[in-house]
């Protein structure tokens, strides 16, 4: 069974930091792109953050130079680092594996709130 698993989230105050998991089972992420997206309510599902398949990475301009993505291959994970968060980064937070139109999945979300 192929299956993301993310986690990490939790709820904490403006500036504060929060590093989410996502955890692949079932395949190994070597060869596949990984995103994360956020979706607040009642609000599309926007891609935040994106490692490719050899390394490069992508940040939304909202979350340029406080976000951090990373990828333990040792541990089948990806990580992304959340420092300075903002009320706005509130939301659900998706993990995304694709290698191409055949192997694309999706974890069930964790959630991640920015108040004070």
């Known amino acids: 069974q192929m299956q993301l698993v993310e986690s990490g989230g939790g709820k904490v105050q403006p500036g504060e930091s929060l590093r989410l998991s996502c955890a692949a089972s079932g395949f190994t992420l070597y060869g596949y792109s990984v995103g994360w997206f956020r979706q607040a309510p009642g609000k599309e599902r926007e891609g935040v953050s994106c490692i490719g398949r050899h390394g490069t990475t992508y940040y939304s301009d909202s979350v340029k130079g406080r976000f951090t993505i990373s990828v333990n291959n040792a541990k089948n994970t990806v990580y992304l680092q959340m420092n300075s968060l903002k009320p706005e980064a509130t939301g659900v937070y998706y993990c995304?594996?694709?290698?191409?139109?055949?192997?694309?999945?999706w974890g069930q979300g964790t959630q991640v709130t920015v108040s004070s």
């Open positions: 995304n594996a694709k290698r191409n139109l055949e192997s694309d999945y």
